[in-house]
């Protein structure tokens, strides 16, 4: 939301006019705010004075719209295109003279600025264009008692109160910035997808599918998978890969239901290893990438850059087209969330700053405000960066932060993003769930807020000389493993040699290189094998 203030003179001073917004916003137990905005207008010369007063509100879903100037109905003109409504209020009898002031009241309801998902709530105060400029600038929110704890706010609140069945927090200053509060911790959601695998050749061979990982923003829950996979091994990004054999020309539909909760902090294990700052395809790097890159110089400049330059392009939403990061600088105009991500990614290597890209699933209950950009079953892709202070990758989302007008989706997510894989020793390996598919018309991603989920229970046991996972979820930092996921299998203790015997010291080093030889010869294969999307 911002503000756009007219007056009779061509052009004025913002001297010539003292501010004051006051704004209170009424949450409702299903996130809809009713919004009242208090905005006096002092005229601190004697000649001029206001006459009309205009209000643009990122949302095209208003209703009850009213309006008044001095204490009196007026009837104002009202414009929407492109999810932005325009309120044009003019003063039928303005009050003129040094020190007078005009007092401009403009209500109106909207679900636009809460995001309930389960018992969550993310809630967003809009900012003012120049509200910095105001004498005074204060925001109020109120909200039901029964919402969850205030978890997060990206500014603290000047004051709580608690009253009348209802928690109110008030918010003096920072007129020109989003303020985003988080109610609540988690999320857990129900994936049910679909993959279809065939075998175009004439040799039996291995293939693979990508599975929602564990990150430090999820946790994942394997609560079946049929038919089972031989093993699911981890990748170097954190993936998850569940492997099977196909026999010549066979063809195999694969389902899989999980049970994903997502937190907005980084607070879960992460198994990823790797700390790619290598060019790719997408991932170009010239002399224009690289003066950029060093101009903007850091992670949080890099952001910005990409929501004051790149234009969302909403005609290009089911577009099976990904331009990488020397077509998204030459065509800012066009970009949907492939060409934030790619170009986030680009850029930071370029200055050895760890980046990589997420292909996953965005919860939205507007999709105007917050886009997905993926064509194969509507996905979203953000990239992360690797923070060397903190030890720990951090997932941001340039494409929501241009698209809600400056919401923070730089200092912590919400509640809604799913990752499906991470991108970063390859642009376009592997590939998320929804690409597996030979019927384009059948959707293969089902992703619905869970009521409950299964407990989860890890669980080693020794199989022909290995431990497996049976269990449906990753053994984490017990029984002397570190990590592994469900279906994944390391060697038994008991198959490890001793120093005191040669012989199997030898075999240990055969089999670990027959194991060398067989990962470089699956890579070609899976390649391959890749399903048609």
């Keep these: 939301m911002y503000y756009v203030l007219c007056t009779i003179s061509p052009v004025s001073a913002v001297t010539d006019f003292s501010t004051s917004f006051d704004s209170t916003y009424i949450f409702d137990q299903s996130g809809n705010a009713q919004v009242t905005h208090l905005i006096e207008i002092k005229n601190n010369l004697a000649h001029l004075y206001t006459t009309v007063y205009s209000l643009a509100i990122r949302s095209s879903e208003l209703t009850n719209i009213t309006t008044s100037v001095n204490e009196k109905n007026v009837t104002p003109q009202i414009e929407t295109t492109n999810n932005l409504t325009n309120i044009h209020i003019t003063a039928p009898d303005p009050k003129i003279g040094k020190e007078q002031i005009n007092l401009f009241k403009i209500s109106y309801a909207t679900p636009s600025f809460a995001e309930k998902i389960g018992n969550t709530y993310a809630l967003t105060l809009p900012r003012a264009q120049k509200g910095n400029e105001a004498e005074s600038f204060v925001r109020r929110i109120e909200v039901p008692e029964s919402y969850p704890p205030l978890s997060h706010s990206t500014i603290p609140p000047q004051s709580t109160i608690e009253e009348n069945g209802m928690r109110s927090y008030v918010f003096v200053g920072a007129g020109n910035v989003n303020i985003t509060l988080l109610f609540g911790d988690q999320v857990t959601y129900q994936l049910s997808l679909g993959y279809d695998l065939k075998n175009p050749?004439?040799?039996?061979?291995?293939?693979?599918?990508?599975?929602?990982?564990?990150?430090?923003?999820?946790?994942?829950?394997?609560?079946?998978?049929?038919?089972?996979?031989?093993?699911?091994?981890?990748?170097?990004?954190?993936?998850?890969?569940?492997?099977?054999?196909?026999?010549?020309?066979?063809?195999?539909?694969?389902?899989?239901?999980?049970?994903?909760?997502?937190?907005?902090?980084?607070?879960?294990?992460?198994?990823?290893?790797?700390?790619?700052?290598?060019?790719?395809?997408?991932?170009?790097r010239n002399d224009q990438i690289s003066s950029l890159a060093h101009q903007l110089k850091t992670p949080k400049n890099i952001y910005q850059?990409?929501?004051?330059?790149?234009?969302?392009?909403?005609?290009?939403?089911?577009?099976?087209?990904?331009?990488?990061?020397?077509?998204?600088?030459?065509?800012?105009?066009?970009?949907?969330?492939?060409?934030?991500?790619?170009?986030?990614?680009?850029?930071?290597?370029?200055?050895?700053?760890?980046?990589?890209?997420?292909?996953?699933?965005?919860?939205?209950?507007?999709?105007?405000?917050?886009?997905?950009?993926?064509?194969?079953?509507?996905?979203?892709?953000?990239?992360?960066?690797?923070?060397?202070?903190?030890?720990?990758?951090?997932?941001?989302?340039?494409?929501?932060?241009?698209?809600?007008?400056?919401?923070?989706?730089?200092?912590?997510?919400?509640?809604?993003?799913?990752?499906?894989?991470r991108l970063g020793l390859e642009s376009e390996y592997p590939l998320p769930p929804g690409s597996y598919r030979d019927d384009l018309s059948v959707k293969q991603v089902e992703v619905s807020v869970a009521s409950d989920a299964p407990t989860t229970s890890p669980q080693i046991?020794?199989?022909?000389?290995?431990?497996?996972?049976?269990?449906?979820?990753?053994?984490?930092?017990?029984?002397?493993?570190?990590?592994?996921?469900?279906?994944?299998?390391?060697?038994?203790?008991?198959?490890?040699?001793?120093?005191?015997?040669?012989?199997?010291?030898?075999?240990?080093?055969?089999?670990?290189?027959?194991?060398?030889?067989?990962?470089?010869?699956?890579?070609p294969w899976r390649r391959f094998m890749r399903p048609n999307t």
């Design 201 to 284: 050749t004439g040799k039996t061979g291995p293939t693979e599918i990508a599975l929602p990982p564990d990150t430090p923003y999820q946790q994942v829950i394997l609560d079946s998978i049929d038919p089972a996979p031989n093993e699911i091994v981890l990748d170097q990004d954190g993936n998850w890969l569940a492997r099977y054999e196909l026999g010549y020309l066979e063809k195999k539909h694969v389902t899989a239901r999980l049970y994903v909760t997502i937190s907005p902090s980084p607070i879960n294990y992460d198994p990823s290893t790797s700390l790619p700052v290598k060019t790719d395809k997408y991932w170009e």
């Design 305 to 421: 850059y990409l929501l004051d330059n790149f234009s969302y392009d909403y005609s290009k939403i089911y577009a099976n087209q990904r331009l990488g990061v020397e077509e998204a600088l030459k065509n800012p105009s066009s970009a949907i969330c492939n060409e934030f991500t790619d170009t986030f990614i680009a850029l930071s290597r370029t200055l050895n700053i760890p980046a990589r890209s997420i292909i996953g699933y965005a919860y939205s209950n507007n999709d105007s405000l917050r886009p997905l950009g993926q064509s194969t079953d509507v996905l979203h892709s953000y990239p992360e960066y690797y923070d060397p202070e903190h030890k720990l990758w951090v997932s941001i989302d340039p494409t929501w932060g241009h698209t809600t007008g400056g919401v923070n989706y730089y200092d912590r997510l919400d509640f809604s993003h799913i990752a499906f894989v």
């Design 461 to 523: 046991s020794e199989v022909n000389g290995f431990l497996v996972n049976t269990g449906n979820a990753a053994i984490i930092n017990q029984d002397g493993i570190t990590y592994l996921p469900p279906y994944g299998k390391t060697l038994s203790i008991q198959q490890f040699p001793s120093t005191s015997s040669p012989k199997k010291v030898v075999g240990y080093i055969l089999l670990i290189i027959c194991a060398i030889l067989f990962l470089k010869f699956l890579r």
